[in-house]
């Protein structure tokens, strides 16, 4: 028995696309709220949680986006009812008290570098940003992803006076199919193994 019907499956993980167009409905302060709150139940480890969600909405803020962007990536993020830039939280460890209260003492005295705790926001983080996206579906929106940018650029940018790692950038909204046929998916016995 599973937790969602087939039909739920499906509108969860079959139909959705990754999209490079929205249509002009708006995305609302409660519906990004909703991400992250979905978002951040995911697991991380040591419920470390280390995403950080910079909500790109102002015209302002959005030019300065824009401008560290690919090329093909420029034009749909600037029509985007909402784009989200995602990053890590390199000093995750300082909020051990707070996300691990029993494992605070061990987390502090193990990830004691930067060689140790950065490496570990970042996975952390990425798989949060799985999740992101997942939880974005969930609601009935759409996600485009995008890895094309200049994220040194980004850091400077939007992160200059704190320790967040930019990492993927996420235009969000209702989706306008796109023309063209989904890609092919690897089956089960192509890319899984039993031991």
């Given at each position: 028995?599973?937790?969602?019907?087939?039909?739920?499956?499906?509108?969860?993980?079959?139909?959705?696309?990754?999209?490079?167009?929205?249509?002009?409905?708006?995305?609302?302060?409660?519906?990004?709220?909703?991400?992250?709150?979905?978002?951040f139940y995911g697991p991380t480890a040591f419920n470390s949680q280390?995403?950080?969600?910079?909500?790109?909405?102002?015209?302002?803020?959005?030019?300065?986006?824009?401008?560290?962007?690919?090329?093909?990536?420029?034009?749909?993020?600037?029509?985007?009812?909402?784009?989200?830039?995602?990053?890590?939280?390199?000093?995750?460890?300082?909020?051990?008290?707070?996300?691990?209260?029993?494992?605070?003492?061990?987390?502090?005295?193990?990830?004691?570098?930067?060689?140790?705790?950065?490496?570990?926001?970042?996975?952390?983080?990425?798989?949060?940003?799985?999740?992101?996206?997942?939880?974005?579906?969930?609601?009935?929106?759409?996600?485009?992803?995008?890895?094309?940018?200049?994220?040194?650029?980004?850091?400077?940018?939007?992160?200059?006076?704190?320790?967040?790692?930019?990492?993927?950038?996420?235009?969000?909204?209702?989706?306008?199919?796109?023309?063209?046929?989904?890609?092919?998916?690897?089956?089960?016995?192509?890319?899984?193994?039993?031991?």
């Amino acid at each position: 028995m599973t937790r969602l019907t087939d039909e739920q499956l499906i509108n969860l993980f079959h139909e959705p696309r990754t999209v490079s167009s929205f249509t002009e409905e708006p995305v609302t302060d409660e519906q990004l709220r909703r991400i992250q709150e979905l978002t951040f139940y995911g697991p991380t480890a040591f419920n470390s949680q280390p995403l950080r969600i910079t909500w790109v909405k102002s015209p302002e803020a959005r030019e300065r986006l824009v401008a560290h962007l690919a090329d093909g990536n420029k034009a749909k993020t600037q029509a985007a009812p909402v784009t989200a830039i995602l990053s890590a939280d390199a000093n995750w460890v300082e909020h051990a008290d707070t996300f691990n209260p029993n494992a605070a003492g061990f987390i502090k005295g193990f990830y004691t570098s930067e060689e140790l705790a950065t490496p570990a926001a970042e996975l952390s983080a990425h798989l949060q940003a799985g999740y992101f996206i997942t939880a974005i579906r969930a609601l009935g929106l759409d996600a485009g992803p995008m890895t094309g940018a200049d994220f040194a650029g980004i850091k400077k940018e939007f992160f200059a006076d704190n320790a967040e790692i930019p990492f993927l950038v996420v235009n969000i909204g209702h989706g306008e199919a796109p023309a063209y046929p989904r890609s092919a998916r690897f089956s089960h016995d192509e890319v899984a193994r039993s031991l």
